[in-house]
């Protein structure tokens, strides 16, 4: 074994193509180029020779002019072992791909004595500690502990997001930390001088990765950011108008990611602060159309649940309505701020039994009631004279 070697790509542009990419390895492997063979086939009688470990890091912006030189390093150095980090996928045979999420994030926060187990709650405490030594989540309240259990779970345990959160605790209450990102992913920014510029904040990150998408993929990903608690292949074709090669180039390139894979269906969800992101590219006129599909199909779909509730598929029946609660409520809300009584009509037998299998009869009645008193407010408002036609 020749070593295992560490080549930083970050710094490298697409318009610079393969020989960037060839001096960057060369750089880090200690080679140096002689003689009239070009620098590519020097890299490779090179490597030939050679049984090494080549760590290519931030690969995902040199898919394209790097593919070519990875399949020849592949072909002619088989001892050479290449291990390349990237948000998309190289498609070449004989690629392997690991997929790598964030920290273990606790699923609630009912359990306050096993919260130091997760990875995301212990980096929380770590980095929080560099800011404000005397923070201890054993001497937070509860509501401080659910509330850094939210922080992970709304940035799904990236270390980056975590370490940008952590920066607040010194100005903010944790529940304060959690409501402002749950707003605002702007949040999420470090003014550290020593932190490269696209890792002070979470935009800056999200920046990069959007500038690499086709313009067609960043519609796509902006139009599906309507979904809450995830989505399925069906609803993201009526709703988003996202095909499945769309979603395949997506998972592909990390922005989207399995929720669920069973014999009935396949759901994708991404994160809660590229959600922020990606809906903010669209128009408001194209999110309010957009919002007006997302709660047609979603009362339809309470509407379709009404005999199935509470028929022989029961079980199957609530699987269903609480995986995709989330939407449901989002379209319940939005059918009540547009006035649109068909689709409430539609929804209402459906969300009641729901409810009332599941014994949620406070959030039936919140839910419900706030409904009557928002309708009958705009009932009011609309019998009103208008001011300008009266005259004294």
């Known amino acids: 074994m020749h070593g295992i070697f560490f080549v930083p790509l970050a710094p490298i542009t697409d318009v610079d193509g393969p020989t960037s990419i060839i001096t960057a390895i060369a750089d880090a492997i200690g080679l140096t180029f002689s003689g009239s063979q070009t620098p590519q086939q020097q890299l490779l009688t090179y490597l030939q020779q050679k049984t090494l470990l080549l760590i290519l890091d931030n690969f995902e912006h040199l898919v394209v002019p790097g593919r070519e030189l990875v399949q020849s390093i592949m072909q002619q150095a088989p001892t050479v072992q ?11 045979d004989g ?8 920290l273990s994030v606790p699923p609630n926060a009912d359990d306050m004595s096993s919260l130091d187990m997760y990875q995301a709650v212990q980096l929380f405490t770590e980095r929080a500690r560099r800011v404000d030594a005397r923070f201890s989540l054993d001497t937070r309240n509860p509501r401080e502990r659910a509330a850094v259990v939210k922080v992970c779970q709304l940035v799904q345990g990236m270390p980056l997001a975590i370490e940008l959160a952590t920066a607040w605790v010194h100005v903010l209450t944790c529940q304060e930390i959690a409501q ?17 510029t696209r890792h002070r904040s979470i935009r800056a990150v999200f920046d990069h990765s959007w500038q690499l998408l086709p313009e067609t993929e960043q519609q796509t990903l902006a139009q599906l950011a309507i979904f809450r608690g995830g989505f399925d292949r069906h609803a993201a074709a009526i709703v988003a108008g996202a095909s499945l090669s769309h979603l395949a180039a997506l998972l592909d390139k990390s922005f989207l990611h399995r929720t669920q894979d069973n014999t009935f269906s396949m759901r994708y969800d991404f994160q809660e602060v590229l959600r922020q992101y990606a809906i903010a590219h669209l128009t408001e006129q194209d999110l309010r159309a957009l919002r007006h599909r997302h709660a047609a199909y979603y009362t339809q779909f309470l509407a379709d649940h009404t005999a199935i509730l509470p028929g022989i598929n029961q079980q199957q029946a609530l699987a269903d309505v609480r995986q995709e609660i989330e939407n449901c409520r989002a379209a319940w809300q939005w059918a009540v701020q547009q006035g649109q009584s068909d689709w409430l009509q539609a929804a209402f037998v459906g969300l009641a039994t729901y409810y009332e299998m599941r014994n949620w009869f406070q959030e039936g009645s ?12 705009q009932l009011w408002e609309n019998a009103q004279p208008n001011d300008s036609a009266v005259s004294c």
């Open 95 to 102: 690629e392997w791909v690991l997929d790598i999420g964030g």
């Open 180 to 196: 402002e990102i749950a707003r605002n992913l702007d949040l999420l920014a470090s003014n550290m001088y020593d932190l490269p």
């Open 82 to 92: 290449l291990l390349l980090t990237s948000r998309e996928r190289l498609h070449l």
């Open 366 to 377: 919140d839910t419900f009631m706030g409904a009557y008193e928002y309708l009958l407010q």
